[in-house]
């Protein structure tokens, strides 16, 4: 089982850019595919972006579509996503996880391992 540890969040303003950053334990990481949630105060939990074992293999929820980018370091064990043109309802705390699944999915139960989470603020 993969163990995960997101870093980067942090208070920025409108329009500003964040990388957060996954790390993961574990010599398979190569072999799941990851995936960005967050989860806004009052809100469930929501997809952000996918990526497969190969890294042309992305997809995005249209609001952050353009604006974020999902990527991944198989020899450093590790997922990005950066954020730029930040916007107040970005705020969330942002969550990655990791799916045994060979199909792409957007789906959270299909996300077997989960990180503790980063806090996103974006101040208007």
């Known amino acids: 089982q993969v163990q995960l540890v997101e870093s980067g969040g942090g208070l920025v303003q409108a329009g500003d850019s964040l990388r957060l950053s996954c790390a993961a334990s574990?010599?398979?990481?190569?072999?799941?595919?990851m995936g960005w949630f967050r989860q806004a105060p009052g809100k469930e939990r929501e997809f952000v972006a996918f990526i497969g074992r190969s890294a042309s293999n992305t997809y995005y929820t249209g609001s952050v579509k353009g604006r974020f980018t999902i990527s991944r370091d198989n020899a450093k064990n590790t997922v990005y996503l950066q954020m730029d043109s930040l916007k107040p309802e970005d705020t969330a705390v942002y969550y990655c996880a990791a799916s045994p699944l060979i199909q792409a999915t957007t789906r959270e139960v299909d996300f077997r391992a989960w990180g503790q989470g980063t806090q996103v603020t974006v101040s208007s």
């Open positions: 574990g010599r398979t990481f190569s072999s799941y595919r």
